[in-house]
């Protein structure tokens, strides 16, 4: 049976009882009324510039279409081309190799380096220097690693100077990839740096005080106090990378693309492949192909962050 609290005024004895919550009534009607007029603007932009892109390619990835003819129905066969084509599995590799080890990577290097700006007096002069070089454009790097890498570059005349008679061929085919990785690395750690850091100044201080005075080590307090307080971001800054690796496209056109030839296909990530079927050099551009991968990509990157989100799901701490 159901039953509600009731409370009485007092000197009103015979009064009628009055539930509670009938009182926010109106206000929980004005709430509904008002809910379609702000959301729906927001719905129908969200569904123009994304949710219509993303059907329209799922359409197309049913067709062989080379952007100017007819249109042939093909149905699944673009996802049995991906499936047996050794480069698009390579792309993916590719993709997942930025997104784990590089991912890893910079998590670890953003935390090492939170842990040593914490205490530094000049901070946010060092946070800023961090940030710098997600403020530059990927063509500087690619002009900049072909000068550094090359043959004669200042890394070989270096490498010269203490011994080194073979220095390895950095923009080689079988290196460059792990230049690239490396790039990204470089150029995303202070940015989710800078994050942290602004989640962790959100910290109290007493809090590391009382750590400190029970002898806890820099490393305890980041292992206890820091990330399980600054748990919610972190959680934020891994589905941005899981969000933006999937994306690398520039880097890998810049260092191992020329003017002569696309990149070599030891390098391609998802992104890359993409591209590449949607805009060839001297072929029939493929359409449908390239819908179906960026449609894998689309599905890949949303399991991995419903993954993600779910094995990093803790209850909020309260401070």
């Known amino acids: 049976m159901a039953s509600s609290l009731t409370t009485r005024r007092p000197g009103a004895a ?25 959301v729906l603007p927001a719905l129908l932009t969200y569904g123009a510039l994304f949710l219509a892109p993303i059907a329209y390619a799922a359409w197309t990835s049913l067709y062989k279409w080379d952007g100017m003819g007819d249109k042939q129905w093909r149905g699944l066969d673009n996802y049995r081309m991906l499936w047996d084509d050794p480069t698009f599995t ?7 190799k930025i997104l784990v080890v590089g991912g890893l990577t910079t998590f670890v290097l953003s935390f090492a380096l939170t842990l040593v700006l914490r205490e530094m007096k000049a901070k946010l002069f060092a946070r800023s220097v961090l940030f ?10 690619g002009a900049v690693a072909g000068f550094v890498f090359s043959p004669d570059g200042p ?7 203490v011994g080194v008679d073979t220095p390895p061929k950095w923009l080689s085919t079988d290196n460059i990839f792990t230049l690239i990785i490396a790039t990204t690395i470089w150029t995303a750690t202070g940015y989710y740096t800078t994050i942290l850091m602004a989640a962790v100044d959100q910290i109290p201080r007493y809090l590391y005080e009382a750590a400190e005075l029970e002898g806890a080590t820099p490393w ?19 589905v941005l990378w899981t969000v933006s690796s999937v994306k690398v496209f520039e880097l890998i056109l810049l ?44 599905l890949m990157v949303g399991l991995f962050t419903v993954v993600l989100r779910r094995l990093m799901r803790r209850d909020p701490i309260q401070y």
């Open 14 to 38: 015979h009064a009628a009882p009055r539930v509670w919550g009938r009182g926010r009534a109106p206000l929980d009607r004005e709430r509904r009324r008002l809910f379609w007029p702000f």
């Open 90 to 96: 390579t792309s993916v590799g590719n993709t997942l």
């Open 132 to 141: 710098f070089p997600c403020l530059v454009n990927a063509l500087v790097f």
């Open 155 to 161: 890394v070989n005349v270096v490498l010269g100077w």
């Open 220 to 238: 305890q307090q980041l292992r206890l106090v820091t990330i399980p307080l600054a748990w919610d971001v972190i959680t934020v800054c891994a």
């Open 255 to 298: 260092f191992g693309g020329s003017t002569s030839g696309q990149p070599p296909t030891q390098t391609w990530t998802t992104a890359m492949y993409v591209y590449v079927s949607a805009f060839p050099t001297g072929s029939v551009p493929k359409l449908g192909l390239a819908s179906a991968a960026a449609l894998v990509s689309l």
